[in-house]
C-alpha cells in the first residue's frame, strides 16, 4: 500500500471523518472524585485496572507518573532513581512484555492520544506529557489491549494516562517540593473558572531538577521544565476539549552494571564524577552520559451528541519531538568512504586514535608496550599514557546522536445504541516523520574537561523516516440481560520508509500491514455483585522505523509481531469490597530481536552506527494469574493487595536464549500489600512490594511510607494548605531492579529516598 500522504490530505480526512459516530464522555473530574477511583475498572470482557488514590499518594510530586502504576497487579515499574529522572534506565513489564531501551511491547496513549512511541530514541512516555497534580487517572488493560487504542505497540496491553479537567471554579495552586539527592520542584496552576458563561480551563507549570543519587559532586541529574494548558468550552450539544502540553528535560542517565559488580560495589554504577584527565576512564563520567528531550503535544477533541443514542468524536492532534543522546567515547575517529579517502560525512571508520603530538598528528603506542588499564575494561596498550612519552596529547570524542520528530493525525471514534446492540466503530490517521542523526565533536582538552567544539568532525549518518500509519476498528457488544457478548475485528495498514539524508535517496521501504485482527469477549452478570469475564483477542505490533536503521536487515524477510491473548477473571464489588482475579494465557510470535555485530572489546562499541540487523526469532509464551483486592474496613482504614503468577518463556532458538528459555527480565512473582488511615484532616500510608527472581538477579521487597495533613481555612486569601511527606524504600534496601535485556546487566534500585511538599491553594 502506497499510504504517503500529506497535512492538507490529512485535513480532508479529518473533515470527512465528521460522518462517524463516537462517544462523548468526559466527566468533570477533581482533586475529591480522585478519592472515589476503585480498583476494578470498566465492565469488560479482559482484565482491567484503574490507580487508587492511595497509589497517587505513595510518591512525591517530583516522582515519575510512571511509578503510580507499580502496585497493579501484573505491572513492574522500574526506574534509575526515586524521582524518575533517567528514561535511560526506566523499563515497564506486565505479563512478559517489557517497554525499555530495545523493547517496545506495551502500549500508551494520553487522552487516548497516541504517545508516539515509546523508545529511547525518539519515542515519549508518559512523563513527558502529564504532570502528576494534572493527572485524573490511569486505565490499564493488562494483556488485551483496548480495540480502540490508536498504538503500534500494543501487544501486551495498553495504558490510558487520562488528564484532569479544569475545575468549575476560580483557584490557584502552588507547591513546593523538597528532598534528597537535591531534589527540588515549584508547581502552579491556575484554573479559570467559568469564563465566557460556557469554558473552563487551567494551566500550569513545573520546575524539577535532582542530582543522581551514586557518588557525589559532579555525578550529573536532572532538570526538566513543563508546562500545561486544557481549556472545556460546552456549546449545547457539542463539547470542545484542547490540551497542551510542553516538557523540557536534561537528565544524566543511570548505568547498567553486572551481578559481580554489584556484588562488589552495590551503591556504584560504574561511572564516576572527578574528571581525571585519562579519557579511558573520564568515558564514564557521569555527566557526559546525557538525554536531552523537548516535546510538545497538543489536542482539540470535538464531542457531538447526536441523539440519546448515537455520538461521535474526532480529535486532531499534532506532536514535536527534538532530542539528543549523548556518549564520550575515550578517542577520536578517522572516517573514509569506499574508495579509502577520508570524509566528513558518511562512510566508515578506518581508524582510531587516543593520542597525538602536539600538532596534533594521531599517535601509535610505543612497540613493545604493554601497559593496559582493567578498569572498565581492558584499555589495551592504545590507550595506556605510559604507552607514549610525556609530550602526548590525550584526545576524545564527545558523541551525540539526534532525534526529532514530527507526527499529525486523528483519532474518529462513534457509538450507536440500538436495540440490544451498542456499536463502535472509528480510524486513526497518522503521518509521521522522524530524523536520526549522529555526528562526532572532537573534546577541546580532555586534560581539562569534556568541553567540545560545536562543528562536528564527522557525521557518521543521517537518516530520515516516514511512517504513515491508519487503522480502522468496528465493536458490537450484545446485551442479554445477564449476559452479554462482543465481537469486534481491527485492521492496521502501516508504510514505513527510509531515507538517506545526504544523498536523498530512498533506501529503505517496508509494508507492516496486519491481517483482520478479531477479539470477541463475554460478561456474564451472576448477580449484583459477582460477573465473570471471558476474552480474547489477536494484539498487533508493527515493525518499527528503527529496524531500518540497520542496514544488514533483510526487510522482505521480516514480519509484524503478532499476539494471541486469552483472559478469563471474576469480578466482585460490594460498598466495602473491590475484587478481581484474571488468569490469562498469551502466544507471542514473530518476535523481533536485534542481533549486534560481533566486537572486538569487552567495552562499550561507540562505533556501531548503523551496523547489525534485526529478524523473526520465535516466540514467547506466556500464561499466569492475577489477584487485586481492595477492602475499606472503615471509615479510616482501607487495604489493598494485588498478587501476579507469571511464567513466560520462549519459543524458538535465537542468540542468547533457547527455546522454554525464561524470558529475560520477566517477573515470575510479584505481591503488593498496602495500608491506608484516614482521620479527620490527617492521613498516613504505607506499603510493600516483594518482586520475585528475574534471571539471575534475585528477590527483593521494598517498602514506602507517606503521611500528609490538609488545613481547611474559610474567609481568607488562602483556602487551604496541605503537607505531605513521602519516604520510598524506608528500609533501603539494596537491590537490581531491571535488566536491559541481554540477561547479563542491571539497573541498581534506588536508595531510600525522602521529600516533602507543602502545597497553599488559593
Not at 517540593?177 to 479559570?192: E, L
Request: glycine share 8%; charged share 20%.
Amino acid at each position: 500500500m502506497t499510504f504517503h500522504y500529506s497535512k492538507n490530505l490529512i485535513t480532508l480526512a479529518i473533515a470527512s471523518a465528521l460522518s462517524l459516530p463516537v462517544v462523548a464522555a468526559e466527566s468533570q473530574q477533581n482533586d475529591k472524585t480522585m478519592e472515589e477511583v476503585t480498583v476494578v475498572a470498566k465492565k469488560l470482557s479482559h482484565a482491567n485496572h484503574v490507580i487508587e488514590a492511595s497509589m497517587v499518594r505513595q510518591q512525591s510530586p517530583a516522582s515519575s507518573i510512571l511509578a503510580i502504576m507499580d502496585n497493579l497487579p501484573g505491572i513492574s515499574i522500574n526506574e534509575g532513581d526515586a524521582f524518575g529522572g533517567d528514561d535511560w534506565s526506566t523499563s515497564i513489564t506486565m505479563r512478559g512484555f517489557t517497554i525499555d531501551g530495545n523493547q517496545q511491547q506495551l502500549g500508551m496513549t494520553i487522552d487516548g492520544i497516541p504517545n508516539g512511541g515509546s523508545n529511547y530514541g525518539g519515542g515519549a512516555k508518559a512523563n513527558r506529557y502529564l504532570d502528576s497534580e494534572n493527572m485524573n487517572t490511569i486505565e490499564v488493560s493488562q494483556g488485551t489491549s483496548d480495540i480502540s487504542s490508536a498504538s503500534l505497540e500494543a501487544l501486551g496491553g495498553t495504558f490510558n494516562f487520562v488528564s484532569a479537567d479544569p475545575l468549575f471554579e476560580q483557584a490557584t495552586k502552588m507547591a513546593y517540593t523538597d528532598g534528597d539527592h537535591d531534589a527540588s520542584r515549584y508547581f502552579i496552576r491556575h484554573d479559570t473558572g467559568r469564563i465566557f458563561d460556557n469554558t473552563y480551563a487551567y494551566m500550569s507549570y513545573s520546575s524539577t531538577s535532582t542530582s543522581r543519587w551514586v557518588g557525589e559532586g559532579s555525578n550529573g541529574g536532572m532538570q526538566r521544565e513543563h508546562a500545561e494548558v486544557k481549556f472545556i468550552t460546552e456549546l449545547g450539544n457539542l463539547s470542545i476539549t484542547g490540551r497542551l502540553s510542553y516538557d523540557d528535560a536534561d537528565e544524566d542517565n543511570y548505568n547498567s552494571v553486572s551481578i559481580d559488580q554489584f556484588n562488589q560495589t552495590p551503591d556504584w554504577d560504574q561511572l564516576t564524577w572527578n574528571w581525571t584527565g585519562t579519557p579511558h576512564f573520564d568515558q564514564m563520567f557521569a555527566e557526559g552520559w546525557s538525554t536531552l528531550r523537548e516535546n510538545t503535544l497538543a489536542y482539540v477533541k470535538f464531542d457531538y451528541q447526536l441523539s440519546d443514542n448515537a455520538s461521535f468524536q474526532i480529535t486532531p492532534y499534532f506532536h514535536k519531538n527534538k532530542g539528543r543522546g549523548d556518549w564520550i567515547p575515550p578517542y577520536l575517529v578517522s572516517a573514509v568512504d569506499s574508495e579509502g579517502n577520508p570524509v566528513t560525512e558518511g562512510g566508515s571508520i578506518d581508524s582510531s586514535y587516543g593520542f597525538t603530538d602536539q600538532n596534533g598528528t594521531p599517535l601509535a603506542p610505543a612497540t613493545g608496550c604493554e601497559q593496559s588499564f582493567t578498569w572498565p575494561w581492558d584499555s589495551g596498550s592504545a590507550l595506556h599514557p605510559a604507552c607514549y612519552n610525556d609530550s602526548a596529547v590525550p584526545v576524545m570524542s564527545y558523541r551525540h546522536t539526534h532525534y526529532e520528530k514530527d507526527r499529525v493525525g486523528f483519532t474518529a471514534n462513534g457509538q450507536w445504541s440500538i436495540a440490544m446492540n451498542d456499536i463502535k466503530l472509528g480510524l486513526w490517521a497518522e503521518s509521521n516523520e522522524r530524523t536520526e542523526s549522529r555526528d562526532w565533536h572532537k573534546v577541546i582538552d580532555a586534560r581539562v574537561y569534556h568541553h567540545f567544539d560545536a562543528t562536528p568532525y564527522w557525521t557518521q549518518y543521517n537518516n530520515e523516516f516516514q511512517t504513515d500509519t491508519l487503522k480502522f476498528y468496528l465493536q458490537d457488544t450484545l446485551d442479554f440481560g445477564a449476559l452479554s457478548l462482543n465481537l469486534g475485528v481491527q485492521k492496521y495498514l502501516v508504510d514505513i520508509e527510509k531515507t538517506d539524508g545526504f544523498t536523498g535517496q530512498q533506501t529503505g521501504k517496508v509494508n507492516s500491514d496486519s491481517d483482520v485482527l478479531f477479539s470477541t469477549g463475554a460478561i456474564y452478570q451472576v448477580n449484583n455483585n459477582i460477573e465473570l469475564f471471558a476474552g480474547y483477542s489477536e494484539n498487533f505490533s508493527a515493525i518499527k522505523d528503527g529496524v531500518l536503521e540497520r542496514d544488514a536487515s533483510t526487510l522482505e524477510d521480516i514480519e509484524p509481531e503478532t499476539a494471541e491473548n486469552i483472559d478469563l477473571g471474576l469480578r466482585y464489588n460490594n460498598d466495602d469490597i473491590s475484587f478481581s482475579a484474571t488468569y490469562y494465557t498469551i502466544d507471542f510470535e514473530n518476535r523481533i530481536t536485534f542481533i549486534a555485530p560481533g566486537s572486538d572489546t569487552d567495552g562499550i562499541d561507540y562505533n556501531i552506527g548503523t551496523n547489525g540487523s534485526y529478524l523473526n526469532v520465535g516466540g514467547i509464551e506466556s500464561d499466569g494469574f492475577e489477584i487485586s483486592v481492595n477492602y475499606r474496613l472503615n471509615e479510616q482504614w482501607n487495604l489493598y493487595s494485588s498478587y501476579t503468577n507469571n511464567d513466560s518463556r520462549y519459543v524458538g532458538d535465537a542468540p542468547g536464549f533457547s527455546a522454554g528459555d525464561k524470558v529475560l527480565d520477566s517477573v515470575d512473582d510479584m505481591f503488593v500489600l498496602s495500608s491506608d488511615y484516614t482521620q479527620g484532616d490527617f492521613r498516613v500510608g504505607a506499603s510493600g512490594k516483594y518482586t520475585g527472581e528475574r534471571g539471575d538477579a534475585p528477590s527483593y521487597t521494598t517498602f514506602d511510607f507517606n503521611a500528609g495533613y490538609f488545613i481547611p481555612f474559610s474567609g481568607h486569601t488562602i483556602s487551604s494548605i496541605d503537607i505531605s511527606f513521602v519516604i520510598t524504600n524506608i528500609t533501603d534496601e539494596s537491590y537490581l531492579s531491571t535488566g536491559t535485556g541481554n540477561g547479563t546487566t542491571f539497573f541498581i534500585g534506588a536508595p531510600r529516598t525522602a521529600s516533602m511538599t507543602f502545597a497553599a491553594n488559593f
